[in-house]
């Protein structure tokens, strides 16, 4: 669908520019300018699996955009009250802003597509958010007005200031160009019926270098990141003060705290609390329902010194810019699975972010996730210079081993689980033979009961095939005595059948229920060690 999307707007007139996005990053050295890839594993680190799912409906990109350097300006003294020049930057480096995208797409019917909003996004996001302007934000939001429902008391949110006019308008912020790109994949994706009930979940990292000179993400001493987030995966930023993590976004189901507020604010008393209420792009069905495309948008400024816990003692330790170490994206095949502080000591030593990568992703596996599962991980100027104890290398052990414990009861459950349905099966048959049984005995009885109310005189007739034959009248009397007697004998044999699967069943299920008290004894246990572990660290 992701290919075919491509052609569905081509009859709607827009602004767009030529793209210019690239996939490298570039800064200047004393020798010029130089690329680097951004798929360099030792640039962005990235895990992907399908796990035990059939279809893959995760999905990530990256590339490095061009904005307009005053529009960033901009951004950063309204979301950071920072100052920066352009200009000291220079025109090959003062546009250039690092995007990175991670997907999770999901359908509400089975076979219905679930990967196709997700692939969208993968192919398409990255160059409308670069390409989106201002003078189209009237026209989006009086489609969005046509949407009903929720979106009949929708004032624009960060769109506010344009959405009756362009025309002595301020430059759009981060905040208003993600707005404003979320909307439009959903104006686009709205003329696509397999849309109508499939979505996708999507946060994007954005990192723009404030250094003069230019300086890669990786390296920069003052970097401004923004997120744009939109449903339940995960932006984890780490600090290299004792590997703190600093969730950069919220879960965005309808009794969240953000969106229980905005549900509220503009549903009123239509608030429903059903699945229906959450952050999704895509889903074009539910959009009344206040499914929106809004993206929640955070901006923190990546600076200056730190204070640091070394040994319980707090310590100033200079270090110019260099007190984050990476930043985490994961779906929620991993945060189903891991706390947001397991995640991101994972990423700890890793010989590169690629490798971090695959060590979040083969973990939560390693515990059962089946999830399709994504992790990527960013490395920042702090990169390999955390410093304090792994404060989850415990936990993971305890985690690690009960796994292994509970494998064999996993196994030992999932073949008593399917011996059991195989027995529900052969216990359908003979409740389904025993049903037959009994209408033919009612049929053969209410013969013989006609049979005897027959004179020598009358005649009996046998339909054979179109045809009817004529039977002696004694001889088909003894027909129905023989079939009846058959007839009632395979009743006694289904009935000893249908006690003997009967206990068996009573019997697995005893055992199946065994193991699932064992296996949740072993699951409590493991649930009372996190809060134990949690506590000691807020201690």
């Given at each position: 669908m992701a290919l075919r999307l491509l052609q569905i707007r081509k009859s709607i007139p827009t602004l767009r520019k030529s793209a210019r996005y690239h996939d490298y990053v570039r800064f200047a050295t004393q020798g010029g300018v130089i690329r680097i890839p951004l798929n360099s594993p030792k640039v962005i680190g990235v895990a992907n699996s399908r796990g035990d799912r059939s279809h893959q409906e995760d999905f990530y990109a990256y590339a490095t955009l061009s904005l307009d350097p005053e529009e960033l300006r901009l951004n950063v003294k309204k979301a950071l009250d920072v100052d920066w020049d352009p200009s000291k930057v220079g025109d090959t480096f003062s546009g250039q802003v690092t995007f990175i995208g991670i997907y999770d797409g999901r359908a509400h019917k089975p076979r219905h597509g679930g990967s196709a909003v997700s692939q969208y996004l993968r192919q398409e996001l990255h160059g409308i958010f670069e390409s989106v302007n201002k003078v189209a934000i009237p026209e989006l939001f009086a489609w969005a007005k046509e949407l009903g429902g929720y979106f009949r008391r929708f004032k624009g949110g960060a769109l506010a200031p344009w959405i009756t006019s362009t025309e002595n308008t301020p430059a759009l912020d981060l905040e208003a160009r993600a707005t404003e790109a979320f909307f439009e994949v959903d104006r686009n994706l709205s003329s696509d019926p397999v849309s109508q009930s499939c979505g996708a979940t999507a946060s994007v990292v954005l990192l723009h270098s404030l250094d003069a000179p230019a300086t890669p993400f990786f390296s920069s001493e003052k970097l401004v990141l923004t997120v744009a987030h939109c449903g339940d995966t995960r932006v984890l930023l780490c600090s290299v003060n004792a590997g703190r993590v600093v969730p950069m976004t919220e879960t965005h189901h309808a009794d969240a705290h953000v969106e229980s507020i905005r549900l509220r604010r503009m549903m009123g008393a239509s608030l429903i609390t059903d699945s229906f209420g959450e952050s999704s792009l895509g889903d074009l069905r539910f959009k009344k329902y206040g499914v929106t495309p809004e993206p929640q948008v955070q901006t923190k400024l990546l600076?200056?010194?730190?204070?640091?816990?070394?040994?319980?003692?707090?310590?100033?330790?200079?270090?110019?810019?260099?007190?984050?170490?990476?930043?985490?994206?994961?779906?929620?095949?991993?945060?189903?699975?891991?706390?947001?502080?397991?995640?991101?000591?994972?990423?700890?030593?890793?010989?590169?972010?690629?490798?971090?990568?695959?060590?979040?992703?083969a973990f939560a596996q390693e515990l059962g996730g089946e999830d399709n599962a994504t992790a990527i991980v960013v490395p920042l100027a702090g990169w390999g210079k955390i410093v304090g104890p792994d404060a989850t290398k415990d936990l993971r052990e305890y985690r690690r081993q009960q796994a292994v414990m509970t494998e064999p009861l996993q196994a030992k459950l999932q073949i008593a689980s399917a011996e059991f349905q195989k027995m529900q099966g052969e216990l359908s048959i003979a409740v389904e033979a025993r049903q037959r049984l009994d209408a033919q005995l009612s049929e053969n009885e209410l013969v013989k009961k006609e049979f005897a109310l027959l004179t020598p005189e009358n005649k009996v007739f046998k339909l054979v095939g179109p045809v009817l034959v004529k039977q002696d009248q004694a001889e088909a009397k003894s027909n129905v005595e023989t079939r009846l007697e058959f007839i009632r004998s395979e009743i006694k044999r289904v009935e000893i059948q249908l006690k003997d699967i009967q206990g068996k069943q009573e019997k697995k299920k005893v055992e199946i229920i065994e193991i699932q008290t064992a296996l949740q004894q072993l699951q409590t246990q493991q649930a009372s060690k996190p809060a134990q572990h949690s506590g000691m660290l807020a201690a």
């Open positions: 600076d200056g010194d730190t204070f640091f816990l070394l040994y319980q003692r707090l310590c100033f330790i200079p270090h110019s810019g260099k007190e984050w170490a990476y930043i985490v994206l994961v779906s929620d095949g991993v945060s189903s699975i891991l706390s947001d502080a397991e995640v991101v000591d994972l990423a700890r030593g890793a010989r590169d972010p690629k490798a971090a990568a695959e060590n979040i992703l």
